[in-house]
């Protein structure tokens, strides 16, 4: 029987609510949005045929309110709900209430979505079907702390309901465990609406591998080959592709057959992806996740089949539009997640303002994006912006496509992780294959993948500051900088300088490139032209092209473009070779931000702790008066829907608490105040 669609409410937000927008407007569709105060002015609602608003704050009020969603998507005249993907996508009892309404729900069963999203129903159900699972437990906290004991360290402790990388954590040792248990109960029910949690043996540095599968109404079911998503950060996948470089054609068999097996033993229709851990040619079922994944554009750029569109068209009781033997592999993808955070600084969430931001312009690249152009990343919601996808013939067009994409992506105004998957991307255990989930551990560590800060790498840098307060002379920002320069070199209200050319004797301007102080000798300038030095070596860059907020230069026959923008503060933010950098004179720093930086916490634990971001107390782990050593925990800060623990800097004295557990708070809000021990 076929129910014909013609309306849709997308019970999500951010970029898989566009997405999926899009390929209803591609079959002439009606899609709705649904959106927060936090999301008023977001591009899914803007990119919706419709908006409706969510009343209510946070997220159980809002995004996973049952009962307002089916109601307002009843109110619009819809016929369906898409879940996407997180919030209430696997939840059973969502899709019961849809299908009670009378609304086609968009996705499988309610009991499949029971049955595989809880994780030890799961393990168990495969392991009778002979596919291989790895040791685990479940049960109460003092019953699964034995449990870890008697398995060994490492474990892994998960959230029953979870998905997505959310609530996993690994524990190393019987110390920490209790701990964890109580951190992933309370985030997995605060993220899932279940505190579920079970262990089970750490596999030390597998494969991550999964099969994407799609079932009809009228028993046909294909598999769309595997994707590789060993490159995995804290459990949430960043760099993705298909097919995976070490999957082979036996392999890749096996992992296929065993995925149809799990999916029709539960009758599963809809989309749906199996996940296996391997190692060699030996394989585990992880979990099956009863949604459209976060990486499904790899395996549409390999296949050519719209997943979105068949999932429309198996819940409106069509047949798949493709079959088995007419499915082949295409080339190689790659999909980048590109996340509010600072590498920096150990990859804490980074909210705030975008103060400009530019898309690859290239035709070759696929961009599923959360936003379209200037707005605020709320610390309310998963840090992920974007994701970039490409493809190619094959896999080392592809990586090399990637790379100069990302080079072309500028996000400004708060910190993103692009330069470090360049650097990923970059490296040559990528380039070569051979990465495992434990791959960035160790890629990250102290000497790689931090932006260098030489003079000689950042002179493309320091001519573009440069070259570009004349550039925008016009813009109050520009003007700013323009100033600034004649200020810095002792040229001050100088109309015969500014006018004739002020750089035309050697100087010395100190500038700050983040936290790093950088000296440049400038030899000669004018408006398209700058002659710099540095350890010797004499370097002419000249602006070939000058546009809004970009810059192209070349020296020594080769050009390089180089993107712009300033913040209210007058600050530059210069991207080259896909790093960005905040530049500003020395000089620039005012009065506050002198202050905010002596009052920091020393090491020897005197002063106070601020929040390093945006977010929520969670929990404060300390009294007043208590003695605490550093490294201790204070409290935990939630955001961007992770859990963050602030640690005291030092040997101190609780002196006193300014938050509470529930309390919001801004970046560099103090939190607690410290006092020496005597």
Known sequence: MTRKIKKVVVANRGEIAVRIFRTLQKMDITGVALYSDADADAYHVRFAAEALKLEGKGLSETYLNVRQIVHLAI?????????????????????????KAGLVFIGPGEEAIRLMGNKVEARVMVEELGVPVINGATGQPDELFAQAVSMGFPVLVKAAAGGGGKGMRIVESEGELLDVLETTQREAFNYFGNGEVYIEKYLNNPKHIEVQLMADHHGNMVCLFERECSIQRRYQKIIEEAPSPSVTPSLRKQLMDAAHAIAANIGYVNAGTIEFLVTGDRFWFLEMNTRIQVEHPVTEMITGVDIVQEQLNIAMGLPLSIGQESLQISGHAIEARVYAEDPSHDFRPSPGAITYYREPASHE???????????????????????????????????????????????HGIKTNISYLIDLLQSDAFREGNTDTGFCNRFFSPGIGPISYDNETLLPVIAAFFLVGSS???????????????????????????NLGYWRLLM?????????????????????????????????????????????????????????SFDEAGNAWIQHLGATHIVKFETQINEDEVHAKSHHAGIAGNGSVYAPMHGKVIKVHVRQDDIVDKGDTLLILESMKMENRILAPGRARIQQISVAAGDMVASDTSLVLLEDVV
């Open 472 to 498: 925008c002379s016009s813009e109050s920002a520009g003007r700013q900088l323009h100033y600034r320069l004649i200020d810095n070199c002792r040229y001050r209200n100088s109309e015969l300088w500014h």
């Open 75 to 99: 109110q619009a005249g819809a016929d369906a709900i898409h879940p996407g993907y997180g919030f209430l996508s696997e939840s059973p009892a969502f899709a019961s209430a849809v299908r």
């Open 508 to 564: 010395n301007p100190r500038l700050r490139i983040g936290n790093h102080l950088v000296e440049a000798t400038v030899l000669t300038k004018t408006d398209s032209e700058i002659v710099l030095s540095s350890q010797e070596r004499r370097m002419t860059f000249r602006a070939v092209r000058k546009e809004k907020n970009l810059i192209e230069l070349e020296t020594d026959g080769i050009r390089q473009t180089i993107y712009f």
């Open 365 to 411: 690249a696929r961009v599923d994006s959360a936003i379209d152009s200037t707005g605020m990343i709320s610390s309310e919601f998963d840090p992920m912006i974007s994701k970039v996808i490409v493809h190619a013939g094959n896999r080392e067009q592809a990586r090399q496509k990637m790379i100069q994409i990302l080079m072309e992506y500028a996000v």
